[in-house]
């Protein structure tokens, strides 16, 4: 999503892949998958952020991934 990190390409695909063989591995559709996910962000929020951060934070990410999907020029 992000077009900067502090993280490595090579870490960012590790990752992304061991999350994508978990979603396989549960033959888990598309909706599901989202709501999986969701629910992942929504507990990393709020047990990692505190409480006066986490709107704001969500509302980043959720700018970050409407970014993603925007056709490149």
């Known amino acids: 999503m992000a077009t900067q990190s502090k993280y490595s ?3 960012m695909q590790v990752l992304l892949s061991d999350l994508a063989a978990v ?10 998958s ?3 996910l969701g629910n992942t962000v929504t507990n990393l929020l709020q047990s990692s952020v ?3 951060q986490q ?3 969500a509302a980043a990410f ?4 409407k970014n993603s999907l925007k056709p490149r020029e």
């Open 9 to 11: 390409d090579h870490q």
């Open 62 to 65: 959720c700018d970050a991934l």
């Open 34 to 36: 989202l709501m999986a």
């Open 23 to 32: 979603l396989e591995k549960h033959q888990a559709s598309v909706d599901l």
């Open 50 to 52: 505190g409480r006066n």
């Open 55 to 57: 709107q704001a934070l």
